[in-house]
């Protein structure tokens, strides 16, 4: 089965603190035991990295660990999913079709990569941000 894991899955999934750490870590073993295909869109390679310098914790995420911890939990499992610049546009235009405005473009981002890579499903913890943005991958957007 290939998946894909918003940003909100691969912190939780890294983040011990996080509420929804063992619900994501059990997709992250999944993974592990070769169970799971994971997918990630190139966007949330920085989208990663940012929330986790960022995160209201102590002590606080260096960037040295933030980097670390990309490349241990997501460079070196996961397809990454770069999009060209036809499929960002095609994700804008989208957008006004939609009359979407401001930051729910990241998630059509991602979405798109999920619909490029051809995923069985996209798990994120904030399904209904991804159905207003993909409503015809409805049924594959998974919370765990």
Aim: net charge neutral; with cysteine; aromatic share 8%.
């Amino acid at each position: 089965m290939k998946v894909l894991f918003d940003t909100s899955m691969l912190v939780a999934g890294v983040i011990q603190s996080h509420p929804a750490h063992e619900r994501a870590f059990r997709w992250f073993c999944r993974v592990a035991d070769r169970e799971l295909e994971l997918f990630v869109a190139a966007h949330s390679i920085a989208e990663f990295y940012a929330v986790l310098t960022r995160l209201p914790v102590n002590p606080k995420i260096s960037p040295t660990l933030a980097l670390r911890l990309l490349r241990e939990n997501i460079e070196a499992v996961a397809h990454i999913v770069p999009l060209t610049t036809d499929e960002y546009l095609r994700v804008v235009t989208s957008m006004a079709e939609l009359d979407l405005m401001g930051g729910v473009v990241y998630d059509a981002i991602i979405a798109a990569a999920a619909r490029k890579s051809k995923c069985d499903a996209l798990l994120t913890l904030n399904r209904k941000d991804f159905v207003r943005v993909w409503p015809e991958g409805k049924d594959r957007i998974l919370v765990p």
